[in-house]
């Protein structure tokens, strides 16, 4: 992210500034537009200039670890004679938030759509406010060499953690249709906490890790539970963020610890193709819904035609960056995709008598194709 970068967008956006009010733990955009990491409230004004208003004890913090221009206190707006004036905090916290604002000349206020209504009703009286959805949506799709490296770096806790899923699986044993390790059924939460330990000794965070095998795993989001069947597909799809960075990764393997059926070895040879196709067509000046609608067509010619809730129901790959889910969407509706976005390719199959087989690469569009960032085997039986 470039300074240079948030201070365009909003210039594009025909506001005078930019009110960004929350805090960035929660808010990537805030967290985007600032580099500022609190759990508490704090406000972002980008006019020509980052302007941040902090609480005191945050000031030495912020000026030393955001991108700001100029950095603020409410102390330095009377935050505290103002509670007393108006005998309350949230009162006078907006008291000072549009004095933070008026400071700048600014008539013409720019605020994001999901702003909490109360900020939109109390700054409405003082200035002329246009809603915004989304306001960094498209300089956030594309990423900067920095930003694609901080990937690429929690890509490799995310293959570090799926290798380590793998071998305690491998180290089960198929017994009466399920796996069984040093004499206890190994379970979907026992490999879920050894992916999310192991990511936590790399410096990551994990959010609703899915491990699920059998005809659960239909279910593209059920995170799995219970014993890990034996001979059935088992998802896991791993999604980690790095605690340092904030930027996310994403991979998804499906492995047999067995031997399974013809069926479950055809799903796997369709998706792997499947998405070997997609890979193929990722380029600039290519549109998401020309990536998705060739692993659509590869899936027809192997068979599995589109039907409602069953086969290939979900979207081949989303953008991935501070968020899990971000632009650009490689799906029905998907458009141009640019140099520098930083997509998922993850055709999967699904049915309910025998479960999902999903496959999942994290890739940067270049000019002239994609740079696969996932370097992580793909076996389906785990021998």
């Known amino acids: 992210m470039s300074r240079d970068a948030v201070v365009g967008a909003v210039r594009a956006l025909g506001v005078d500034g930019l009110l960004l009010v929350g805090d960035s733990i929660c808010d990537a955009d805030i967290y985007y537009a600032s580099r500022f990491l609190s759990s508490d409230r704090f406000a972002v004004l980008i006019t020509d200039r980052i302007h941040l208003l902090v609480s005191s004890m945050e000031r030495s913090r912020a000026s030393a670890e955001s991108k700001a221009d100029v950095v603020e206190t409410t102390s330095d707006y009377s935050l505290k004679s103002k509670i007393e004036?108006?005998?309350?905090?949230?009162?006078?916290?907006?008291?000072?938030?549009?004095?933070?604002?008026?400071?700048?000349?600014?008539?013409?206020?720019?605020?994001?759509?999901n702003a909490p209504a109360g900020i939109y009703r109390d700054l409405s009286e003082r200035f002329d406010m246009v809603l915004l959805d989304r306001p960094f949506e498209q300089v956030r799709a594309v990423k900067t060499p920095e930003e694609i490296s901080a990937i690429a770096d929690a890509q490799r806790a995310?293959?570090?953690?799926?290798?380590?899923?793998?071998?305690l699986i491998r180290r089960s044993k198929p017994s009466g249709g399920i796996l069984v390790l040093d004499g206890t059924p190994l379970t979907s939460e026992m490999v879920r906490s050894a992916i999310d330990l192991r990511l936590a000794e790399l410096g990551c965070e994990t959010l609703d890790t899915i491990v699920c095998g059998g005809p659960m795993s239909s279910n593209p989001h059920s995170s799995g539970s219970g014993?890990?069947?034996?001979?059935?597909?088992?998802?896991?799809?791993?999604?980690?963020?790095?605690?340092?960075?904030?930027?996310?990764?994403?991979?998804?393997?499906?492995?047999?610890?067995?031997?399974?059926?013809?069926?479950?070895?055809?799903?796997?040879?369709?998706v792997r193709a499947a998405q070997e196709a997609g890979l193929m067509c990722i380029k600039e000046g290519v549109s998401g819904a020309h990536v998705h609608e060739t692993v659509c067509r590869t899936f027809d010619d192997f068979g599995y035609k589109e039907r409602d809730d069953v086969g290939f129901i979900h979207s081949t790959g989303h953008g991935v960056g501070l968020s899990i889910h971000e632009s650009p969407s490689l799906s029905e509706l998907g458009g141009t995709l640019r140099s520098g976005n930083?997509?998922?390719?993850?055709?999967?199959?699904?049915?309910?008598?025998?479960?999902?087989?999903?496959?999942?690469?994290?890739?940067?569009?270049?000019?002239?194709g994609c740079e696969n960032l996932t370097s992580f085997e793909k076996e389906l039986v785990i021998r």
């Open 342 to 368: 930083v997509v998922t390719v993850e055709p999967g199959l699904y049915y309910p008598d025998i479960g999902g087989v999903r496959l999942e690469d994290l890739v940067v569009v270049r000019v002239n």
């Open 85 to 113: 004036e108006l005998g309350s905090p949230e009162k006078a916290y907006m008291k000072v938030i549009e004095e933070f604002v008026s400071r700048r000349g600014i008539s013409h206020l720019g605020l994001p759509s």
């Open 158 to 167: 995310c293959e570090s953690a799926m290798d380590t899923a793998i071998r």
């Open 227 to 270: 014993p890990l069947p034996a001979d059935m597909p088992i998802v896991i799809d791993i999604f980690p963020r790095s605690k340092s960075s904030r930027y996310f990764a994403d991979m998804t393997r499906t492995v047999v610890r067995g031997e399974p059926s013809s069926e479950i070895l055809e799903m796997y040879q369709a």
